[in-house]
């Protein structure tokens, strides 16, 4: 009943935080016209588009960035912002999949990926409120405290990589909540603001000569003998390159891109700014966190100190926000009693772009390359594979293990996930089960 009263108390926004927080820049310098011939077209405004952007424009090349709608839209400036390493697709799958030394390249490359955040903020001055404090995978059942044990023996083991069990017993030290059964830590996991981030890596491609252009929704593409032709709703763009970054928002503007990624809806609630003692005990040592469900939910607390909840629903992109809120707004307070009371300000959704074995993959489709399929590891990862597709495609690098595996794509799926349903129904199932 309190969940209700609140929500219809209070002034509630169905749009995303971040930007509200942190809006666009005025001075940002987006290009009123589309340019008629660059070198490298870009679809998609988001960290992928952007990242991609700023590395070939660093190396001299004419790059226009197409957004349909404004500069990081899409889901990079409605996540979370809790990034860490490791890639959606566990470890120990990958081994398992792709052998010990394609492994060990995807696990260096997440490393990497958070390096690339560091590089951005302390050599290109994006001023993103990055924080790298550790995050804490909390137990939702006692049994996921057993696999933390296992996760942390096979993490040294196989990857020389610490992580820290909390034993039950001393989990308030971590996370000011009675809800769970243990937790485990990697100190390399971090918070960060979205907007500040996309913004800011957007006026830094800008500042290396890339032309941002918005409003502006590519309909389709053309081989032609010296490039291709890029249709848009605002005219036709000559490139000799197109890079696809389009992610959980990809359309039919490229033929064969769509069944290659699946948009799954994630939601995410605000709370007021808390008192200082509050955020204290709900993040004592300043951890991002999420939980050990596969449904899991994420939370931290943001820059200016309000509570951040969100999580997957039911899969899907079109769920009502209002039941959204409710939805979340109920699993926040069971996981902290001490926020019952606390108001809610935004409830939003976004897009994220799973594959089929929830691997990123970089591909090219009739010559256009594309980088995509993040899952809900994509702040590091759309930043990387941004800039490794821009390498590949300048000759830069001459292989990627992203470009290696195999990008499944299934009879069954071409442009509605029809079956999303039935994959809600089987993880509810395992967590029930866990
Ligand atoms: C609610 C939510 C929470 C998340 N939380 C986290 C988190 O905490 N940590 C984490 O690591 N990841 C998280 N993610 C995932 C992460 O945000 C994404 O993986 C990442 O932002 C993807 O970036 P992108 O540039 O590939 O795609 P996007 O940022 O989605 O950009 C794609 C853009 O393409 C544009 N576009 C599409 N079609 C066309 C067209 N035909 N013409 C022109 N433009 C087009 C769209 O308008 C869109 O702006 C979250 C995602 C969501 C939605």
Known sequence: MTGHLKLEACNLERTPFWPDDFSRPADLPVVSELPSDVDVAVVGGGYTGLSAARTLAQSGASVAVLERETIGWGASSRNGGITGCGLK????TVIRRYGEALAREFWQASLDALDL???LVDEEGVDCDFRQQGDLCVAYKPSHYEEFKARAAWHKKHLDHELQLIPPETLQEEIGSPAYFGGIVDPHG???HPARLVFGLAAVAARYGAQLVE???????NRTSSGFEVHTTRGVLKAGEVIATTNGYTDGAIPGLRPGVIPVGSYSI???PLSPELQAQISPRGRVFWDSKWFLNYFRLTPDGRLLWGGRNNLSTHLDLDASCRTLRAQMVRAFPQLGDVAVTHTWSGRLGLTFDLMPHIGRLDGVYYALGFGGHGLHMALYTGREVALLLSGKKSRSPFAEIRHPRYFFYRHHPW?????VQYYRLRDYLS
């Open 190 to 192: 971090a918070g960060l």
């Open 419 to 423: 079956f999303l349903p039935l994959v």
């Open 270 to 272: 605000v709370t007021e």
């Open 89 to 92: 697709a566990g470890m120990p």
């Open 215 to 221: 409003h502006v929704t590519v309909r389709f593409v």
């Open 117 to 119: 955040i560091r590089e």
